[in-house]
């Protein structure tokens, strides 16, 4: 994109009815940054100076711009065709980030190279400016302040801006009745990028294909929460070194965590993995993963005995049993919690190498007195999360 | 301002009953920046070096300075009253944004050249640098998420930051007793502008009455939003093209929308406009604006054919029906909500080259599938507010 | 730190047990920046390029380090030992600000100076960029509008960025159960200092025991309000124009409000200080403040004349009586509140030289008509808490 300046561009109006090819260098055309965020194949951008068509200079779909095209008042003036075939960064287009299904292994392995080159971009103290003139709207419509503050500190050490509605279900006029879609409509028009926290299943993909710039889901309620997923891997890799042939112990609510869920997901993507399901009764892994787990050859294997597992994995991986799950049932609660606890006696169990992960916040599912063990690596787990949001905000900005 | 370097400085302290005239450069005064905020008449700038007088930098009125310097503990040491007329750009004194009224045409014409300058602004990816070093506080008394981020949005794609108060009621100092005088007192110190949104009408004009620095009011309970009439009239401009000669239809809510109240206030600047009136019996446009339309030889009708209206009109200009002002009447709200809705039949009916405006959020007064009609302006003019708060900003803080 | 740019590094690896002294220039190690901001003595900072160990860059303690090395898993590659002796600036030491108590008179000048120097980079369009590159996350579990904008307009003053959580304790992590200690270390994985606002007394301490990262205490219930207490005694000092020896007249809650008891304990490093408490008897000054004061040498008596005392003094400190701790008995609240008001009366009676402070927000403990008197300090004072907040988060991060 960047490489050749020279662009085909192809003209249109009313006026004009057969169009004309001509070259412009990039800087030619005025509405050029905010286009290129979601590229149309080929097609990398899209110009039109009129004052109706496109002036709030995005477009989402190609099949939109030519709907428009086709109808009556048209005045698009220009429309930039890319010569060029596309860069070898090209191949992993990334639009939008909404769930863990649409990567890839190359695709992470990609992510997980931008995300190292961040690590040392967050040490220096004068700080990046990659993404600088970038806005990012951190559209929460429940509250994460963990998942919030990872996301703006992201998009500031890369020199971006942020704008912040930390409570927007009850603030927005979503309150007055508005869809989300007409609020995306507005959000893109102050923003470059939006990251969203919804309490619905789905609305990630909504606002994506509302939106005529990058969505990131930053967690949709029951559904996906992608970016925890990546950096759950991405830690996995750092800590131990390798992905393909990893044992790995998910222990605690394996049926209500959606980060054990996507993790599980995730592993299916490398070989010879092994995953042991450590939990209670009442919250044990579904079969639609177990199954999904045995239809992609991946080993795996229910088991009551933590400090069994624990001698054998890479990873343990300890969850938080949520007790919200159990609405009246505090017994049951009581019983579930105090079952699988990662404390001294499963850390001598565990091998020199092995480290313990946890999503955070962590209640005592892991005893305090395991944070001084060098394998304890949940905290740097959390610091990897503003490693790969950096990444991917970075590529979804101004690509790889 | 910047042209000249020169200034004659009136220079007074206890000591020194007899004022001594001197030139000094500008740079030799210290507290050059925050003053020229509110220019005084001729007098540019004051400067005062004791840790008594001004220290805070600000002094909202000439008045308030003389009553001090005839005072007794006059320790002010330096006056800076500037030697050059005013300049073309001073024609046009903005030194606060508190309500419609206070525009002539000329001014708007002025303000909206910068705008349109700011859609150029908007576009380029490096970002302005106009704001570096300003700070806007926003003081949002009651929840305006969709404000206040096109706010927060124009101050950072000018290069200014922003410091937030999301829930200012609840959380200030406001709650234990504090005047809004004095809290105004306190954030002018932290900051260099103030957007205020408040529930109280009229309590943007008593903190610009305070503030040493400019306000914005960015809407004040059932009182004034002058941005958003702004951004009207400047949408209607960008989309149609000329102001004077239009045909608009107000449809909708006329009796409790201060949009459309202030929209009909600014057409009046304008020659030769026809105003339309639609609306349900119990929402009625109220007689005080109809009577300012005729004094002022506007043409206004009312009509309860919308499809006519729209036929002939240049703009339609559709609001909500607010719920929250029918009370227990739920019955009259569900007969005036359903009763103009701009469908795909109303865009038929209209010309061309007609627009379809909307304040937002909208509901189901706008029916969806209008959207991708070319003539749905109502995106473009959400957009549109950032121009206009982009240039607001830069005039107040920077100047012309 | 930054005129030798040549350290005597300390390399120890599992394999190498014995540990080699050698000689890198600074650039060499990686992960400068963080860990300077708390020298641990002579030892100025540590570089780990293991992954497990110390990834997240940052290290509170000496002690902690130690541990860690002792133990099996060592990976630590280099360790930085500044060979040279400790610059004058590293006599104030400074690495929290937790409480008044921490400061001495040296330490509050050498503040003080920094402070001083600050008001003139306030005053200068352009901005400062000391700390250009540096994130401040203001972690405030209630709300506290004024002290969070005056924190975060410090921090942007000086070129530095902000991650906000208003309202901490109802979003956080914390509601699900999750320990300060844990929330601190996810948060300085984000950030470079903490601001930390809490509803427990000592929480700042604890904050600070985990950090890796400097903490400010920005007040913790009723425990400790340190900034507030340095900005009041450096307002005095621009004032009056000095410390030793001035009359000091606390008036109003002396019983519930803390900055007057933190106010009274830094007064008491002060020569020749006489103090005059002013209060109704419901809320008389507590015995263990009067004891320390007479244990220190300080001056002190209880008066119940305003008048006289404000004809002494060069400061007059009114505070505003608490509703919320008379609880039912509005009756005695009324009747303290109304007890000793600073008006025109008490002006008259005042010293030329003197002025009235308030830490703000007032009720009517202070009459309006006292605003407009050039000792009416207090909005003087708020703007104080400006320059005092950007010195110490400048010395926090960048050193003096």
Redesign the interface.
């Known amino acids: 994109m960047a490489a050749s300046s020279l662009f085909s561009s192809y003209s249109m109006s009313m006026e004009v009815s057969s169009p004309k090819i001509a070259q412009y260098p990039v800087d030619y055309l005025?509405?050029?940054?905010?286009i290129p965020s979601k590229p149309l194949g080929y097609l990398n951008s899209i110009c039109c100076t009129s004052?109706?068509?496109l002036?709030?200079?995005k477009l989402s779909k190609w099949e939109?711009a030519e709907?428009?095209l086709h109808?009556?008042?048209i005045?698009c003036q220009a429309l930039e065709i890319e010569a060029a075939p596309p860069s070898v960064g090209q191949k992993f287009q990334l639009d939008d980030v909404i769930e863990a299904q649409q990567f890839d292994r190359d695709m992470l392995n990609a992510i997980f190279d931008v995300a190292k080159g961040m690590?040392?971009i967050e040490?220096?103290?004068?700080?990046s400016q990659v993404l600088?003139?970038?806005?990012m709207?951190t559209l929460f419509y429940e509250?994460?302040?963990?998942t919030r503050?990872?996301f703006?500190?992201a998009m500031?050490?890369l020199g971006g801006?942020v704008?912040?509605?930390?409570?927007?279900r009850?603030?927005?006029?979503a309150a007055?009745?508005?869809?989300l879609?007409?609020?995306i409509?507005?959000?893109e028009?102050?923003?470059d990028i939006i990251v969203m926290r919804h309490f619905e299943s789905g609305a990630a993909k909504r606002a994506a294909a509302t939106a005529g710039i990058p969505v990131i889901n930053a967690g949709d309620g029951p559904g996906q929460h992608p970016t925890q997923a990546l950096l759950d891997v991405y830690t996995i890799e750092?800590?131990v070194?390798k992905l393909d042939g990893i044992k790995v112990g998910l222990v605690g609510d394996l049926a209500n965590g959606r980060t054990v869920r996507s993790l599980a997901y995730l592993l299916s993507k490398y070989k010879d993995v092994k995953i042991y399901f450590v939990s209670p009764e009442v919250v044990k892994m579904k079969d639609d993963i177990k199954e999904f787990l045995t239809s992609k050859g991946v080993k795996w294997e229910e088991s009551a005995d933590l400090m069994e597992v624990a001698s054998k994995c890479d990873v343990v991986y300890q969850t938080?049993i949520q007790k919200e799950r159990f609405g009246e049932r505090i017994d049951l609660y009581e019983e579930a919690r105090g079952k699988y606890i990662v404390n001294q006696n499963v850390l001598k169990a565990m091998q020199?190498h092995a480290v313990v992960m946890h999503p955070?916040?962590?209640?005592d599912e892991i005893t305090?007195d395991v944070d001084?063990d060098?394998?304890a690596a949940y905290?740097?787990q959390?610091?990897n999360g503003?490693y790969i949001r950096m990444a991917l905000l970075k590529v979804l900005l101004v690509g790889w």
Request: glycine share 10%; aromatic share 8%.
């Open positions: 005025g509405c050029h940054r905010r004052s109706r068509f002036r709030n200079g939109k709907r428009f109808k009556a008042g005045r690590e040392n040490r220096n103290s004068a700080g600088k003139g970038y806005l709207a509250p994460s302040t963990r503050l990872s703006e500190s500031k050490r801006e704008l912040t509605t930390e409570n927007a009850e603030f927005s006029s007055k009745g508005e869809t879609e007409d609020t409509r507005t959000v028009g102050y923003s750092r800590e070194g938080r020199k955070l916040p962590r209640l305090v001084g060098p394998r905290f740097r959390a610091k503003l």
